[in-house]
């Protein structure tokens, strides 16, 4: 079976915008600027390229990336790429690539950060899983995410 999980570490280029579906559902989406610098060996110049990605959170993750990353955060995401397409308002057929998010998190490599816990809620993301960590019947305990 095919696995389609990416992990990208970059720089949030605006901030998170937060907006509910019609059914409630939270979504939040950002960009991420990933930089890659390489030397040209034929040359000695230090060369760099810039790709920049799209983000969708879904549910309470959405939620505390919008209230946790800002413009300029360096940001560690995993998830899957997703194509779509959709048409501009002046008719044009486009397709665009994005990352779905499963985890979100700050670097820690040149920043601090506060982690603060939140309560547990019966977010079921938008696969429709259990939460990590619940109990998937029988007798099986309970485990707390940290």
Not at 54 to 70: D, F, M, P, T, Y
Request: aromatic letters at 6%; hydrophobic letters at 30%.
């Amino acid at each position: 079976m095919a696995d389609n999980t990416i992990t990208l570490i970059g720089n949030c280029t605006r901030e998170p915008e937060l907006r509910y579906t019609p059914g409630g559902q939270p979504k939040a989406e950002f960009g991420l600027a990933v930089n890659r610098v390489w030397t040209d060996r034929t040359t000695n110049e230090r060369r760099e390229q810039v790709s920049f990605f799209n983000v969708i959170c879904w549910g309470s993750l959405g939620e505390n990336v919008a209230q946790s990353l800002h413009k300029g955060a360096r940001a560690i995401v995993t998830g899957r790429l997703e194509q779509r397409a959709y048409e501009t308002q002046q008719g044009e057929k486009r397709e665009r690539v994005e990352i779905v998010a499963d985890e979100v998190g700050p670097s820690l490599r040149w920043a601090t950060a506060q982690v603060d816990r939140n309560d547990r809620r019966s977010d079921s993301g938008p696969q429709g899983s259990a939460p990590a960590g619940a109990a998937r019947g029988g007798d099986e305990p309970f485990e707390e995410p940290f």
